[in-house]
């Protein structure tokens, strides 16, 4: 029987050889500079902006609005339109959706991180008598958010910080399930939502038939709608103008003692933690000293400023701004999002702050290499700085050593959390099944919820009564011609895996998704362990229908029977339920004498052939008895919550 740390070494060394053969080559795209000499003085972007400027924006020349809308219907492109017509970014700066800055975004086309960029827009207006046109300048602040589901929590967040959404619909696809699901978010904030119907460029648009569908789902009036191409420009002109007349100024009292609402943060290596913020009352300025009000903690202002899109010092935010704040906090532990800061010494009421998030998905995420586990444990406190919706603790595996069991909102967010750390901070690493949350209940009442199967503990003396699953409800639009909402309530563990996947598959690529979480129901659950030559392998344990067990139990021993390679000893792989065994299967050894063909006393042919041997124990004995690629976990998972 192989010893824990063999298997452990073996475990690590087969994925890192497997996660480095199967990774795609990526292209690192870097954020070109803004300022260029050929820009012409309309679309140069300002150097800089100082704090008088900024005093010449009272909250009545202040809108915050946010982008919302289903993934690509053009939320990012329209961002990228707006922020040359107001001059912010050169027009044609080479780099489309300017605002999804990270790497993951670019590589994937998805917005993951909601962006904040400060515009400022001449506003031409008629007065009733003269008809004299007037240009008051106004400060806009854009907050670019995500379309995937996985992170509406990135959107919920943003709009805290606005009085008004851009909803954007493509013209062709219409109403999908996101753009129901962030409508309701901007309803629920009581935010000025104005309809925005993009890609009118495209040939199959049908905007009258989008209008329609937004009066019937959301009783929006279809004059309010604003037809625009993010692609020709078309349209945009319109924008912004519905911007400053619909949507109310920010509220908030400019005399009082300055209170602002931490909206994000993110850890720079040269400047250390930064954070967004929206200035709710007062200004602040470098020099002050500020307090936390959910550490108490006291820091000074080092550095205040908007992003425009990029950083920009101001010395100064005031009443109804958005921008960053650059103080002593060290890690983001201290920067919690949706905390209150407030004028230090002064006595003020925290602002409501968000929903804490819920996580949906969890999974274990160990070093490739063991001896790696401080780096891992380094790049991980500094992306959650980045992303502070993961949760993280400490856990160690039998098979994999030490690491960290981390809660997702999703699997996207997990895929995106390890592709960050790879390319962010060069950490490599092995990502166990992912599971969802389950509560179990003892026979003395106790309950105790499972985010890693392995804890479930068999032996404890106590008998499990009870035990719950969490569902969700799953929103499904199928765009035939009758135009199918489709609601159920869904066990999560059900759609972790692969359910988005078919379903494009089985519509040919029409039907869209959303969920939200919903409660938890009971379920006849129970652990399945898998043994490798009778070794529990603690990291491929799962919890799974019980009525399931057995025909999953048979088709995981024999899914890693085509993974495991044969080795020079039998191996017997195996799915238990408790001590009971459900499923066996067996690798037969594989036999060979190095020397057999080696005839005459050729010493040094001996030698080189004994050597190739070394190498093959050295792969056994790396092995352990098991050679466990990444891949395999992900396909077990497809095994257990398909059937
Ligand atoms: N034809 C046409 N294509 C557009 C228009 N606006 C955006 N697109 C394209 O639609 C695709 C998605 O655009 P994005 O701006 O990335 O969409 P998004 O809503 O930000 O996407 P997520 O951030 O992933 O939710 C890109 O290929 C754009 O070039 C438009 O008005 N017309």
């Not at 954007?168 to 000025?192: H, K, P």
């Not at 037809?227 to 007349?245: D, F, M, N, R």
């Not at 129901?521 to 344990?541: E, F, H, R, T």
């Not at 057995?550 to 021993?557: I, S, T, W, Y």
Request: proline content about 5%; charged content about 25%.
């Amino acid at each position: 029987m192989a010893g824990a740390a063999a298997l452990r070494r073996a475990a690590r060394r087969a994925f890192r050889t497997l996660s480095n053969s199967s990774a795609p080559s990526r292209t690192i795209v870097l954020p070109e500079r803004l300022l260029s000499s050929q820009a012409s003085p309309e679309h140069r972007p300002r150097p800089s902006v100082s704090g008088s400027e900024l005093g010449q924006y009272p909250p009545e020349r202040i809108r915050n609005f946010s982008i919302i809308a289903h993934v690509d219907h053009g939320k990012s492109t329209l961002a990228d339109r707006l922020l040359e017509l107001t001059g912010t970014i050169q027009k044609g700066h080479g780099q489309p959706q300017y605002l999804d800055k990270l790497q993951v975004e670019r590589e994937r086309g998805i917005t993951v991180k909601a962006q904040t960029a400060t515009m400022f827009y001449k506003h031409a207006v008629e007065t009733s008598e003269s008809h004299v046109a007037d240009t008051p300048s106004y400060l806009l602040n854009l907050i670019d958010t995500p379309g995937h589901v996985d992170f509406s929590y990135e959107v919920s967040r943003s709009l805290a910080a606005c009085q008004g959404a851009l909803l954007v619909v493509d013209a062709a696809q219409g109403v999908q399930a996101q753009t129901i699901a962030n409508f309701y978010l901007a309803f629920e904030s009581n935010l000025s939502i104005i309809p925005v119907i993009n890609k009118i460029d495209q040939p199959t648009a049908d905007p009258d038939n989008v209008k329609a569908q937004l009066k019937r789902l959301f009783d929006i009036d279809p004059s309010e709608a604003l037809l625009t191409s993010a692609k020709t420009g078309q349209g945009l002109s319109q924008v912004l103008p519905a911007v400053i007349e619909r949507i109310p100024c920010p509220p908030g009292s400019c005399d009082s003692p300055v209170r602002m609402l931490l909206l994000d943060s993110y850890y720079d290596e040269y400047k250390g933690v930064i954070c967004h913020v929206a200035i709710v009352d007062g200004a602040m300025r470098k020099g002050d000293k500020i307090s936390s009000a959910a550490t108490g903690r006291t820091y000074e202002v080092f550095d205040v400023g908007i992003m425009h899109p990029e950083l920009t010092p101001t010395g100064v935010l005031y009443t109804g701004q958005v921008g960053y704040v650059i103080t002593g906090m060290r890690s983001t532990k201290e920067a919690r999002i949706g905390d209150t800061l407030h004028q230090a010494k002064s006595v003020v009421e925290a602002l409501p702050g968000f929903k804490p998030v819920r996580h949906m998905v969890f999974s274990g995420v160990y070093p490739a290499d063991g001896s790696d586990f401080e780096a891992l444990s380094h790049a991980i406190e500094k992306l959650t700085c980045n992303d502070a919706s993961v949760s993280v603790s400490k856990e160690t595996s039998t098979a994999l050593g030490m690491g960290f069991r981390c809660g997702f909102l999703g699997l996207l967010h997990m895929d995106v959390f390890h592709q960050r750390l790879e390319q962010e901070y060069g950490a490599q690493v092995i990502s166990t099944i992912p599971t969802v949350p389950y509560i179990f209940e003892y026979g003395d009442d106790s309950k105790v919820q499972i985010e890693n199967p392995a804890a479930l503990s068999l032996n404890t003396g106590k008998r499990i009564t009870a035990c719950w699953e969490p569902t969700v409800i799953a929103t499904i639009i199928i765009p035939s011609e009758h135009r199918a909402l489709l609601k159920y309530r869904l066990p999560l563990r059900e759609i972790i895996v692969d359910f988005y996947n078919e379903l494009k598959s089985i519509t040919s690529g029409y039907a869209t998704f959303d969920y939200e979480d919903s409660e938890y129901q009971k379920s006849d659950l129970v652990k399945m362990d898998i043994l490798l030559n009778g070794q529990p392998v603690d990291a491929m344990a799962t919890i799974i229908h019980n009525q399931k067990a057995q025909k999953v139990g048979r088709e995981l021993v024999d899914k890693l029977k085509k993974f495991i390679e044969r080795q020079m000893f039998e191996i017997t792989i195996q799915a238990a339920i408790g001590s009971k065994v459900i499923a066996r299967e067996t690798l037969s050894a594989m036999r060979k004498n190095v020397l057999a063909k080696c005839y005459g006393g050729d010493i040094t042919r001996k030698k080189k052939l004994l050597e190739k041997q070394k190498e093959g124990k050295k792969r056994m004995k790396r092995v352990g008895s098991v050679d466990i690629p990444q891949e395999a976990f992900h396909e077990l998972l497809k095994v257990s919550s398909s059937k």
